[in-house]
């Protein structure tokens, strides 16, 4: 009997060797024009993901948390604005909220989805929400249609984090559907290596529909400028680099493949631990479908001993996110104390995300799954 197997949580060296060849040409036909910025390739892609996307502008920035401080910045909000946003996800999307001294509001999330309550941010909206910006946590859209529902007659703006969640579908009760990031005002984007798609290195993007909001947000990433050396507001420098928007050109075109292979990878775990009644399979809602940045599993009891035990088998996993971010030091200042949003607690003492990727066979997911049901004992 093997005794341990090395599993990777993410395997970008393996996903890379099956398209070598077209991304080694792409970066050296970058290296031979010498445009390392902005340029033909940053537009290429740019286009390419506007019509993945079905949406009017994609504007390619620096990374994931330049994308939302750029989307912030161009809502024109004043110092204490209110924003709602969930205490349980990846510390950007709050920390930006701070450094534009708005006023933070967290709302506690849905037990099921992980994602930010629209019941509990239609009870937290008030006359200076400015903004709600939910999260796509884990690669599954949040209810989109009863957020819009709240700020839509309110005037408040929706701004998706839509980081982990590239590629997902938004179904709406009338059947129609949308991508992932095209349903807010604007839509965040990080294209961080191990995102649903992801560069080697760092890389965002901006989605909107809005034509005002979208030439604002391609001036403030671009130094404030509306002509050469005209300045109009303050602004930063946040751009993609001309190799990466080579690189993920590439990968775009696979981006449904690798969607799918997370699918199947995520349908196997399904099936081999939904009848362990210690742990709860990702649950699925009906607005959206389910991209798999991360298959997180709910353990209800002795999550660290099992993440313990896999490490002894050789398998990684990774708790995402441990603490939510009200009961992190540089939050405390927003006055949130533990009790506050119960359920994001608890649940950061329950979740477990199991190695995910594209390249995951059926060998390494067959030694996965008899790990998790040999500490269980089944
Ligand atoms: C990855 C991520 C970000 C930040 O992206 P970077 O490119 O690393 O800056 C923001 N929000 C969420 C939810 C993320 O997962």
């Not at 509001?105 to 849905?110: G, N, P, R």
């Not at 984090?161 to 965040?188: E, R, S």
């Not at 050109?249 to 009848?275: C, E, G, M, P, S």
């Not at 209800?300 to 995402?320: H, N, T």
Request: charged share 20%; hydrophobic share 40%; proline share 4%.
């Amino acid at each position: 009997m093997q005794e341990k197997m090395n599993i990777s949580m993410v395997d970008l060296y393996n996903q890379y060797l099956k398209i070598k060849s077209e991304v080694d040409n792409e970066i050296e036909q970058v290296i031979r024009s010498s445009v390392f910025v902005k340029g033909g390739k940053v537009n290429e892609f740019e286009a390419n993901l506007k019509q993945y996307l079905g949406v009017n502008h994609v504007i390619t920035v620096g990374n994931g948390t330049d994308a939302l401080q750029i989307a912030i910045t161009a809502l024109d909000l004043h110092q204490g604005d209110e924003v709602i946003t969930t205490p349980f996800t990846f510390v950007s999307t709050l920390e930006v909220l701070a450094l534009m001294k708005l006023k933070p509001v967290l709302c506690d999330i849905d037990e099921a989805s992980f994602n930010i309550s629209p019941e509990l941010v239609a009870y937290s909206v008030s006359p200076r929400t400015r903004a709600i910006v939910p999260v796509h946590l884990y690669g599954q859209c949040a209810d989109m249609e009863c957020l819009h529902d709240i700020s839509a007659p309110r005037g408040i703006y929706l701004i998706e984090d839509a980081c982990q969640a590239l590629g997902a579908d938004y179904i709406y009760k009338n059947g129609q559907t949308a991508k992932a990031g095209t349903i807010g005002d604007i839509a965040c984007n990080s294209f961080f290596p191990t995102k649903n798609l992801g560069a080697m290195g760092d890389g965002g993007a901006i989605f909107t529909n809005n034509d005002d909001l979208a030439k604002r947000m391609r001036s403030i990433a671009n130094h404030g400028m509306s002509e050469k050396y005209v300045y109009q507001q303050v602004g930063v420098n946040s751009r993609l680099d001309a190799i990466q928007a080579a690189i993920l050109d590439v990968k775009l075109k696979y981006l449904d493949q690798y969607i799918q292979a997370r699918q199947t990878a995520a349908a196997f775990y399904d099936n081999h631990l939904k009848d362990i009644p210690e742990i709860k399979i990702p649950e699925r809602v009906d607005y959206s479908t389910h991209t798999f940045h991360q298959y997180t599993i709910k353990v209800a009891e002795k999550r660290d001993e099992l993440q313990a035990f896999l490490k002894s088998k050789g398998i990684p996993s990774m708790v995402y996110y441990p603490r939510p971010l009200h009961l992190q030091e540089a939050y405390k200042y927003l006055g949130y104390k533990t009790g506050d949003f119960p359920i994001a607690e608890k649940l950061s003492e329950q979740v477990l995300s199991l190695p995910m990727h594209t390249e995951l066979d059926d060998a390494q997911l067959t030694w996965i799954v008899s790990a998790i049901r040999e500490f269980f004992k089944k």
